[in-house]
């Protein structure tokens, strides 16, 4: 019997219209009536994964921010959190200006309510339609090492496929004192999301910190992704499951593979696994 069951957010539980099917919500809440302890393990922010999974009946402290911030919502306080020290996070833009590409910086955990910008190329639609979708949140500046002045959640960068390829071995030479995570844009499969965090952080690690917290053991754990920041997490679950939408590279790690999202993957997975 699997007591934890930790979902990622885009690409499992959203499609890629940013929705999430009544089989899947069914599925949670079935879950969460067997007495099975839900949540999600997601590189989403608070405000933006409260905003995504404001359906679901999840009980236990979420992973947020790709395991740097574990959550207890209904008590609206941080059981864990990391931020990125200031001085690595203006490396990590120093990196990326040398490169030509164009860093995001995100304010602190635990709200991280606000991310800033100071240039973007014009034809970089994966950036442009994530600033679109959080219209409320982004702020342009004259520069962004103004806002580093502080430690902060995360730096990132959205980038086409083939720009990141030809650099990434450059990026990981020059921060190797942060954890740089590279995943498919689950929005743009032609664009990836770079993030730079605090070392050691990952969404296994955060899984693995939340159930020694909730006192289950790993093998207990069944965890669900389908992008390269769920890696980790799918290491550490004693039953690491990956979306059939996922890359090659996650369902090679899997233990299982359910359907796509786009063919309810997770409630197939959920009916197979938890009775």
Request: glycine content about 8%; some cysteine; aromatic content about 8%.
């Amino acid at each position: 019997m699997y007591r934890l069951l930790a979902l990622d957010i885009d690409g499992t539980l959203l499609d890629g219209r940013r929705e999430m099917s009544d089989a899947t919500v069914d599925a949670v809440r079935y879950a969460a009536g067997r007495g099975v302890r839900v949540t999600v393990c997601t590189g989403r922010s608070l405000p933006s994964a409260e905003e995504a999974v404001r359906h679901l009946p999840l009980n236990t402290p979420y992973v947020l921010n790709n395991g740097a911030l574990i959550y207890d919502a209904p008590g609206r306080r941080a059981r864990y959190l990391r931020n990125l020290p200031s001085h690595l996070a203006m490396n990590a833009v120093r990196v990326f200006r040398g490169i030509g590409f164009h860093p995001i910086v995100y304010g602190p955990l635990p709200e991280v309510q606000y991310f800033y910008y100071d240039s973007f190329d014009p034809d970089n639609h994966a950036f442009i339609d994530y600033a679109k979708q959080n219209a409320d949140r982004v702020h342009r500046v004259d520069d962004v090492c103004a806002f580093l002045r502080q430690d902060i959640a995360c730096i990132t960068v959205a980038e086409r496929n083939e720009r990141v390829y030809s650099r990434e071995s450059y990026i990981r030479s020059q921060l190797t004192d942060t954890g740089v995570v590279f995943e498919i844009s689950p929005w743009d499969p032609g664009y990836h999301v770079i993030t730079v965090m605090p070392y050691g952080v990952s969404k296994g690690d955060g899984l693995r910190r939340l159930a020694r917290l909730l006192g289950i053991g790993l093998s207990e754990v069944m965890a669900v992704g389908d992008n390269l920041n769920d890696l980790e997490m799918l290491d550490v679950a004693g039953l690491g499951v990956a979306m059939g939408n996922g890359p090659p590279e996650i369902r090679a790690r899997a233990d299982h593979i359910t359907a796509s999202v786009d063919e309810e993957g997770v409630a197939r997975a959920i009916e197979r696994f938890i009775r």
